[in-house]
């Protein structure tokens, strides 16, 4: 079960499209006018989010963010739903799936192909300068294969016989829309990257850590789906020091995933403003 404030709190970051990697033809363009009051007044009755993310097939990351995303443009928006996560079949075999077929209020229908994704910076590896925490994923990878994919499923014969089912003309507009945080590889120049405003998420090997020491403090690993916004208890709240050194050391010998944190920094000790860092193995 979600908090109420966890949903409001990502389905705000949602709908303010505060970070995004690929964004054909942003939410913002449909919004209603009067978004963020209904947003302010959701803060009093969220029974219909919480029932509408009650319903989420799953707890894994994408789901939640799907489900949220299907909220906010059901709630927020213009766009008339006519399809949602219905998938194209041929001789089958699954050809691929709609995450999201839309109408506008100028009547043209829309093909949202939508992401949450999380990319840490390798330079080393061009063309594939942003690649996820697993090594498996890559933005060129993702943004390629939704774009001469995903997008081109309604082209297709199969694809224009589903589409008969909810509008005559078959003319659709493909949208990627990716969301996700952009985590930058540290600098030898650390006290400049770290007094940047516009820089709010990172990612360092484990023996680099100590010297993010005098930048970052209270940090607080994030568990999903909590990865777009931050859910901290400040009783469980770490500091760079030689203890967490040594308990960062343990666990990656048993499980080598890199592990995301919330933080803040020194120079904005804000409570509002959040530092993200992926920490990851030396063999990374």
């Keep these: 079960m979600y908090s109420s404030e966890q949903l409001l709190s990502d389905l705000t970051w949602i709908l303010e499209a505060r970070e995004v990697f690929v964004c054909d033809e942003p939410l913002a363009g449909f919004l209603d006018n009067d978004w963020r009051q209904r947003l302010a007044a959701l803060n009093d009755d969220t029974d219909c989010l919480v029932e509408h993310m009650a319903a989420a097939k799953s707890h894994f990351l994408g789901t939640y963010f799907e489900q949220l995303f299907s909220f906010a443009v059901t709630y927020f928006t213009s766009l008339e739903v006519l399809a949602e996560h219905e998938q194209i079949h041929a001789s089958g075999k699954t050809l691929g799936e709609v995450d999201l077929l839309v109408r506008d209020l100028a009547g043209r229908v829309l093909q949202l192909e939508i992401a949450l994704k999380f990319y840490l910076e390798r330079q080393d590896l061009y063309p594939n300068v942003w690649i996820g925490p697993n090594k498996n994923d890559s933005l060129t990878k993702k943004v390629s294969h939704a774009r001469q994919h995903q997008l081109t499923i309604l082209t297709k014969p199969e694809g224009k016989q589903w589409l008969a089912k909810f509008i005559t003309n ?64 400040l009783n469980l709240s770490k500091r760079i020091n030689a203890e967490f050194m040594v308990e960062l050391s343990q666990r990656f010998v048993d499980d080598d995933r890199p592990i995301l944190f919330s933080c803040r920094k020194y120079a904005d000790l804000s409570e509002t403003n959040t530092f993200w860092l992926f920490v990851c193995p030396d063999d990374w």
């Design 170 to 233: 078959t003319d659709v507009k493909p949208n990627l829309m990716i969301y996700g945080r952009h985590f930058y590889s540290v600098p030898a120049q650390d006290a400049a990257f770290f007094a940047d405003d516009a820089i709010c998420s990172a990612w360092v090997r484990l023996s680099e850590l100590p010297r993010l020491g005098p930048y970052l403090l209270d940090l607080h690993e994030a568990q999903k789906p909590n990865w777009m916004t931050p859910r901290n208890n």
